[in-house]
């Protein structure tokens, strides 16, 4: 069974950094693109940035562009997000997926609160 | 970018009745390589999404039969052949064709 648990996020500041991560298992990772998807409260769903199997490639929303850098570590499973210079718009679930656009895993989620 | 708009955003439906939801892009979703890259999700109530239909058609493992994908080009829906109570929640349309990939406004399916 595919699993992908996203770590605790939580109240940051305006202009402060939070760091996600999501530990993957049930699938070879070093296999897969990886994808965030991000849903502010009561909104629909946006995709937020993606990262190919060795690192090399990586895509942004333009929203997101120069404030958030996502990265992976294929021998822990793991996949990051750092997101700096938080805006209270950057408010939402926080989702890990697999693939590049295909997006067939889903972890559980985790809410970014970006306010004063 | 490619905007996909759903219709309709609210759908009161009848348990063991059919029910529709249209998803139309601003822009063809046929890539370079023949593929269309249109994924249907849905979003029960306090949960994650799960991905139900992909490449516009193709049903993923352990969704029921009674939902199915179809269109081409700018225009896809997504059926339910007869309405269960467990199928309360969001649909959302996203295409990954073209750069960023974008999702549909959602559409709310309710008993």
């Known amino acids: 069974e595919v699993q992908l648990v996203e770590s605790e996020g939580g109240l940051v500041q305006p202009g402060g950094s939070l760091r996600l991560s999501c530990v993957a298992s049930g699938l070879t990772f070093s296999d897969y693109w990886m994808s965030w998807v991000r849903q502010a409260p009561g909104k629909g769903l946006e995709w937020v940035a993606n990262i190919d199997q060795d690192a090399s490639e990586k895509y942004y929303v333009d929203s997101v562009k120069g404030r958030f850098t996502i990265s992976r570590d294929n021998a822990e499973n793991s996949l990051f997000l750092q997101m700096n210079s938080l805006r209270v718009d950057d408010t939402a679930v926080y989702y890990c997926a697999s693939g590049m656009v295909e997006l067939d895993y889903w972890g559980q989620g985790t809410l970014v609160t970006v306010s004063s | 970018d490619v905007v996909m708009t759903q219709s309709p955003l609210s759908l009161p439906v009848t348990l063991g009745q059919p029910a529709s939801i249209s998803c139309k892009s601003s822009q063809s979703l046929v890539y370079r390589d023949g593929n269309t890259y249109l994924n249907w999700f849905q979003q029960r109530p306090g949960q994650s999404p799960r991905r139900l239909i992909y490449k516009v058609s193709k049903r993923d493992s352990g969704v029921p039969d009674r939902f199915s994908g179809s269109g081409s080009g700018t225009d896809f829906t997504l059926k339910i052949s007869r309405v269960e109570a467990e199928d309360v929640g969001f649909y959302y349309c996203?295409?990954?064709?073209?750069?960023?990939?974008?999702f549909g406004q959602g559409t709310r399916v309710e008993i």
């Open positions: 996203m295409q990954g064709t073209h750069w960023p990939p974008t």
